[in-house]
């Protein structure tokens, strides 16, 4: 059974600009998170997708947004890209929303200059 | 607040020696705790999970128990080994309507040779 795939792995943008990052979940899963680490920093909660709906979202400005297809696949985007953006984006999926295991991606470093 | 602590922030230890992690919370009403290892620049991956009920569960060399009327939960590892090396977070889940996840900082682990 394949894992969570993410990409892209690395990608590298500067100020200003956007982002889109993917994540293709488990097969069968249908509950999709998205989370970013900083250096240093635990994992800070995004926001989470069920049958393409969101069900939670974290306290992060309107710039991070996303969606999730009929296929569960997600994708998350960041507007006007800030140096502080710069960190590791992981994806975790799980069968079902809020109670199941998340199993995590190997994750999009982002690196904004 | 809901909050999980862990100490140390980071330990070396050579290898072949035993460790032990720490993790308390103040995360109510609870639901589970689990610990994760994260390989640098790689996703967490799951290593226990324990609800209310369970003082101590085993996954191979690695051994976590819960104080769940103290909050407080530690990761033992025996004879550890290079491929140690990681970071391990511990995860704690609220039972609220969202059963929202509080994430620790996580402990920076060194194995050395």
């Known amino acids: 059974k394949a894992g969570v795939t993410q990409t892209p792995r690395y990608l590298i943008k500067t100020r200003g600009q956007q982002v889109t990052l993917s994540c293709s979940p488990i097969?069968?899963?249908?509950?999709v998170s998205w989370y970013q680490q900083t250096p240093g920093q635990g994992l800070q909660f995004l926001f989470e997708?069920?049958?393409?709906?969101?069900?939670n979202k974290g306290n992060f400005p309107g710039r991070f947004s996303g969606r999730q297809f009929s296929n569960s696949r997600s994708e998350m985007n960041v507007s006007t890209l800030e140096l502080g953006d710069s960190a590791l984006y992981l994806c975790?999926?799980?069968?079902?929303?809020?109670?199941?295991?998340?199993?995590f991606g190997e994750g999009s470093r982002l690196t904004v200059l | 607040k809901n909050q999980v602590e862990q100490s140390p922030q980071s330990l070396i230890i050579l290898e072949g020696k035993n460790c032990t992690l720490q993790?308390?919370?103040?995360?109510?009403?609870?639901?589970?705790l689990r610990w994760y290892k994260q390989d640098t620049g790689r996703g967490p991956v799951s290593l226990t999970i324990?609800?209310?009920s369970e003082n101590t569960k085993s996954n191979g060399r690695y051994t976590a128990t819960l104080d769940a009327d103290t909050k407080q939960s530690s990761l033992h590892i025996t004879a550890s080994q290079l491929s140690d090396s990681a970071s391990y977070i511990c995860?704690?889940?609220?039972?609220?309507?969202?059963?929202?996840?509080?994430w620790g900082a996580g402990t920076k682990l060194i194995i050395k040779p």
């Open positions: 975790a999926s799980s069968p079902e929303p809020q109670r199941g295991e998340l199993f």
């Open positions: 097969s069968g899963h249908r509950s």
């Open positions: 997708y069920f049958s393409e709906t969101q069900r």
């Open positions: 993790c308390n919370y103040t995360v109510s009403p609870f639901s589970n």
């Open positions: 324990m609800t209310f």
């Open positions: 995860v704690v889940r609220r039972m609220d309507s969202n059963y929202q996840l509080i």
